[in-house]
């Protein structure tokens, strides 16, 4: 009984280095707030299919479409209440198609670009 689970333990120790290796993904959910052009966004981090909680990183709006036009800084991204889940507030200049780039710096150093249209609704 105890060695049916030990084994499974230690496959899961085994696992851990590969899964290191692997990049970031997120998953971007964002809802406008009642201010025109603010979106209150959720960011779901993961790696190797695993949510990632306690990450810090910043997330920098800006359009592709329209190099130096905007300069929007770069927002913190504040770890909510469900572990991988991160909230964000934006407040962009226009709507459209943008690129979020977050700037990962914990647990591990990563740059994950996500491609988004914001429209009005
Ligand atoms: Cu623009």
Not at 6 to 15: E, F, G, N
Not at 35 to 52: E, F, K, M, N
Request: negative net charge.
């Amino acid at each position: 009984m105890t060695k049916a689970f030990a084994i499974p333990a230690l496959a899961v120790a085994l696992a851990a280095p590969a899964v290191a290796a692997e990049r970031y993904e997120a998953a971007l959910d964002c809802v406008p707030a009642e201010v025109a052009l603010d979106y209150t966004c959720i960011v779901q981090l993961s790696r190797g299919g695993v949510p990632v909680a306690d990450a810090a990183f910043t997330v920098k709006p800006d359009m592709p479409s329209m190099p130096l036009a905007h300069n929007i800084a770069p927002v913190p991204a504040a770890a909510a209440e469900t572990p991988g889940e991160y909230a964000v507030p934006l407040t962009l200049d226009m709507h459209g198609r943008w690129v979020l780039r977050l700037d990962i710096s914990a647990p591990a150093r990563d740059v994950v670009v996500i491609d988004h249209a914001f429209e009005p609704e």
